[in-house]
């Protein structure tokens, strides 16, 4: 499904104008300690017009045939696209964590990498200590791939999941 750069869209978000839209799809989820997971999701960016995108996600935990298992993670937060090309990104979570991400959009590609600058932690949220996050836009799909460290294990592949515009 094509995608249209919104009208009042700010110039800042101009080279992120892919994203805009709702997202749905499948993904894979490991990690030493935890047994591997499948899980869907559904993910929105939007923007008003103010230098910012407002970002929202939801997943949800499958069986092997696709069928809901139980609610899973959640995340909001805002990307923060400068005019150089940075992009600071802010997220909140649901268990109990905040991070602030930095990174750069790629020049002539529509992608972009981030890592985490800063993690706070509730008293009760699980040990995590940072994180990479690659989103790219392949085929007309949303693609993605988190790295996380946490647990006291290095920072390693977590989650990767293709996103269809809907």
């Not at 839209?21 to 030493?32: D, F, R, S, T, V």
């Not at 600058?117 to 008293?123: H, I, L, Q, S």
Request: charged fraction near 20%; include cysteine; proline fraction near 5%.
């Amino acid at each position: 499904m094509p995608f249209e750069i919104p009208d009042n869209i700010h110039p800042d978000c101009a080279r992120l104008a892919w994203l805009i839209g709702k997202w749905a799809g499948n993904g894979h989820g490991e990690y030493p300690g935890i047994e591997n997971f499948q899980f869907g999701q559904e993910v929105i960016f939007q923007q008003d017009g103010r230098p910012f995108i407002h970002y929202v996600s939801r997943a949800w935990i499958v069986d092997a045939e696709g069928k809901h298992v139980r609610e899973a993670a959640q995340e909001t937060g805002f990307l923060r696209p400068k005019a150089d090309g940075t992009l600071e990104v802010l997220l909140t979570h649901n268990t109990g964590f905040v991070e602030i991400w930095t990174g750069e959009i790629h020049p002539e590609q529509p992608r972009f990498e981030i890592v985490t600058d800063a993690v706070a932690r509730t008293a009760t949220a699980k040990e995590y200590t940072g994180g990479k996050r690659l989103y790219g836009y392949v085929n007309g799909d949303l693609l993605y791939a988190f790295d996380m460290a946490a647990m006291g294990h290095e920072l390693q592949p977590h989650t990767h999941a293709q996103l269809v515009r809907q």
